[in-house]
């Protein structure tokens, strides 16, 4: 997944899931179990935030987006 920041940056992260989804607590309640998350990648993209963005369903890592600063872009992201 991806976030975006008032500072025009970027960041992707992958989730990795638990072994384990579901565990029981000591009064044998069932009880969820959260992944972690790695961060991939870091950009500050723009000097303005980004205020849109879209992946396309069609093409895996390409995206558009756009800023505060007028400017519409378009980014491919590789390894993902």
Request: hydrophobic share 30%; aromatic share 8%; glycine share 10%.
């Amino acid at each position: 997944f991806l976030t975006t920041g008032g500072n025009g940056g970027m960041n992707v992260y992958k989730y990795c899931y638990p072994s384990q989804r579901q565990t029981t607590d000591s009064e044998g309640r069932p009880k969820g179990v959260a992944g972690s998350v790695e961060l991939l990648n870091s950009k500050v993209i723009s000097s303005q935030p980004v205020v849109s963005f879209d992946w396309s369903p069609d093409k895996e890592g390409l995206a558009v987006l756009a800023c505060l600063d007028q400017t519409v872009r378009i980014f491919i992201c590789t390894k993902l």
